[in-house]
């Protein structure tokens, strides 16, 4: 999980699967880990993030309902609803996440008191200075990717300086292929551009990405025009680069602080390339997210007075809990109740559940309707089947039920019993030969065969209308046989 869910809120930030209560989504970036659940035709409720996030988000998934997605501002603070009524709101303030173009991070201050949540985040002292002022915090939940003692690299700035060192070794006699995520360290591709004087060549979804970030038009789709180019990451393999250098001498490069056991043990440190000519592939620690000496200082900086991992495979040991300890506040938070008009948003269907729980008594103590004079019962009807009966006018305008509600369902039939099985769509079958327009469905579904008694043989798209993915009733009549209320079954009426 990377995501959290504010307690006894309706809040969830990077969770976008089902959760009981949760009704206001807040997505800080547009990474894959962080946007599970999220699907074109999400309706589950509004989602807030920044412009830029907005902007990508619509690009990637196209939405049937953009109207649900909604522009926070870095760097302001707005008021957010918490019911339907807006009697309870809450402030939230967004910060900059110092992480991949889009990415925030979210202070929430309402009920519950004050909770920072810091997605994946790089720490910078200047830029995240102004959160000393809003703490002490309720709650923390912090970007503890590399939340260990041992993860320890350099800032950004010498990363930066190195990358640009192993690049120079290279860039007038190899190809050279960079190993990155979709999103993130776009600023390193406009650098080595700038630099060398050269073109990077991206593929066509990465293209379209910096187009919408506005990145300076130093990339290219033409792998002819530069012998720099950037992959996924995971492309860039040993297996990969063995078979590039069978028709050019290529490198491959990954910026990533996962290799951060030896910094600098594959970059070309004295300028030359005699350290690094014999190696496939040079590891650069460039990271987008915080090294451990950088949680602390930030940690110290906030001062919360509960901290909770975002990571959760990859809890604080006994180490980093003691590291971190010492930079608690230990004062209590404040107790607070859950407004009223915040639970019934939190549960909309709990009122609805009421009324039916007082229908179904009311029904139990005086009688449920349909009961005749005698006390006989009403007749039920079998599983996934309802009993349509045909008016004695033709044509008649039979009427199915559906939910306990009645509704026309249109065409013609004689004065037989009529069928309707119901599975994506309604689809009612009549006893005409002739197609009738409830005969037709764009999603048939099954009907009751002849051949095998009381078995049901699925109806394909019917051959003469391919493109509408309709069916004939009527193909099949010889084959029909009409299930009665009781289960019995007769013949399909002749024409």
């Known amino acids: 999980m990377h995501g959290c869910v504010l307690p006894s809120s309706p809040v969830a930030v990077d969770i976008f699967t089902s959760h009981p209560g949760v009704r206001l989504y807040f997505l800080t970036h547009l990474h894959a880990d962080h946007t599970v659940g999220l699907t074109p035709s999400w309706s589950r409720g509004p989602i807030y993030c920044s412009a830029l996030t907005k902007a990508m988000l619509l690009h990637k998934f196209h939405y049937e309902h953009p109207e649900l997605v909604h522009v926070l501002e870095v760097g302001e603070a707005t008021l957010v609803p918490l019911d339907e009524v807006c009697n309870e709101t809450m402030t939230v303030t967004v910060v900059d996440a110092n992480h991949c173009p889009g990415a925030v991070m979210f202070l929430f201050q309402a009920y519950f008191g004050s909770v920072l949540c810091t997605g994946d985040f790089r720490y910078d002292p200047d830029l995240h200075a102004g959160l000393k002022a809003k703490g002490p915090f309720d709650y923390l939940y912090l970007d503890n990717t590399y939340g260990h003692p041992s993860c320890i690299f350099p800032p ?6 190195a990358l640009l060192e192993t690049v120079g070794c290279f860039v ?18 406009v650098e080595i551009a700038n630099h060398f004087g050269v073109k990077i060549h991206v593929t066509l979804p990465r293209w379209q990405l910096l187009h919408i970030q506005e990145q300076p038009d130093v990339f290219t789709l033409d792998p002819d025009e530069t012998n720099v180019h950037v992959l996924m990451k995971h492309e860039v393999t040993r297996k990969r680069i063995l078979a590039e250098n069978e028709l050019f001498p290529t490198v491959g490069v990954l910026t990533s602080a996962l290799f951060a056991g030896d910094p600098y043990a594959d970059i070309c440190k004295d300028g030359t390339a005699s350290n690094v000519d014999q190696k496939l592939i040079h590891r650069v620690p460039y990271s987008d997210h915080s090294s451990f000496s950088e949680l602390v200082a930030f940690v110290e900086l906030c001062r919360p007075r509960k901290m909770v991992p975002l990571v959760s495979e990859r809890n604080l040991d006994l180490d980093a809990i003691t590291y971190f300890a010492k930079f608690l506040d230990h004062t209590p938070s404040a107790t607070f109740v859950v407004p009223k008009s915040v639970e019934a948003f939190m549960n909309p ?3 609805a559940a009421s009324c039916g729980l007082t229908r179904r008594l009311t029904k139990k103590l005086l ?3 349909g009961r005749s004079a005698g006390g006989g019962q009403q007749q039920r009807h079998p599983r996934g089947v309802e009993y349509c009966p045909s008016p004695s006018l033709s044509p008649p305008t039979p009427r199915t039920r559906t939910r306990g509600k009645d509704h026309h369902s249109g065409g013609c ?5 009529a069928l309707v099985y119901r599975g994506k769509r309604r689809w009612t079958i009549t006893p005409d030969t002739s197609l009738a327009p409830s005969a037709t469905s764009r999603n048939p579904t099954a009907v009751v065969c002849k051949d095998k008694p009381g078995a049901v043989r699925r109806l394909g798209p019917f051959a003469s209308s391919p493109r509408r993915n309709t069916c004939d009733v009527t ?21």
């Open 156 to 161: 950004r700035e010498e990363a930066r300086k």
């Open 172 to 189: 007038n006699t190899h190809e050279i292929i960079i190993g990155m995520d979709s999103l993130g360290k776009e600023s390193l591709l």
């Open 349 to 351: 269907g709990a009122a």
């Open 367 to 369: 009688g449920r309707p």
């Open 413 to 417: 039939g004689r004065a037989e019993d």
């Open 475 to 495: 193909a099949f009549a010889p084959s029909l046989q009409l299930l009665q209320p009781s289960g019995a079954l007769k013949p399909w009426p002749k024409a």
